[in-house]
């Protein structure tokens, strides 16, 4: 089992250096996903199957869209077209392909040696949940909305645009 852990977080790792270190933003995306995919086989081998579900489907689902969103709102013209056919090659692709593999054998064989047993469920309120995240998680929880916030004005200073002028009667006639 400890196996499985390692090559989950070197694929992790791999990938991760390889989102920081790549020049083009799709490629940087396919290996963000890869990590992803990665961190939640990791929380799966750690026994929180709900956390790595999440993790595919919201990280690796809905948050790459978004992502891929903001990449193709800033195409740039013809240079960036002509960069798009050549990401459809296979060397693009084989890198990531393989890492992805990895994962799947791994995810895999880790449901089949599973042991049949019967999960239990404990019904947690909203009030200890609540009580946990606002007592002895209260920096984590302050830190994670200062990284939301941060993202929010760079996102809203990105898709800012200068206008040339305010109104179109306020405009000087160029003849």
Do not use: C
């Not at 999960?119 to 302050?142: N, Q």
């Not at 809203?156 to 003849?175: N, T």
């Amino acid at each position: 089992m400890d196996v499985f852990f390692y090559i989950a977080a070197a694929v992790a790792i791999i990938s991760t250096v390889l989102v920081i270190t790549r020049k083009h933003p799709v490629h940087a995306l396919l290996y963000l996903i890869v990590s992803f995919l990665a961190v939640a086989i990791i929380f799966y081998q750690l026994g929180a199957p709900f956390v790595a579900a999440l993790e595919i489907v919201l990280y690796a689902g809905a948050i790459v869209v978004l992502f891929i969103f903001v990449v193709m709102m800033l195409n740039l013209g013809k240079e960036t077209s002509l960069q798009e056919k050549t990401w459809l090659n296979l060397s693009t692709w084989l890198l990531p392909g393989i890492l992805a593999s990895i994962l799947l054998i791994e995810l895999v064989y880790l449901i089949n040696t599973q042991p049949n047993s019967t999960i239990t469920i404990a019904e947690v309120d909203p009030k200890a949940v609540a009580l946990s995240l606002f007592g002895p998680y209260l920096i984590g929880v302050e830190l994670a909305a200062m990284l939301l916030m941060a993202g929010v004005i760079g996102a809203a200073h990105i898709g800012q645009r200068k206008k040339k002028y305010w109104h179109r009667f306020l405009q000087e006639d160029e003849q």
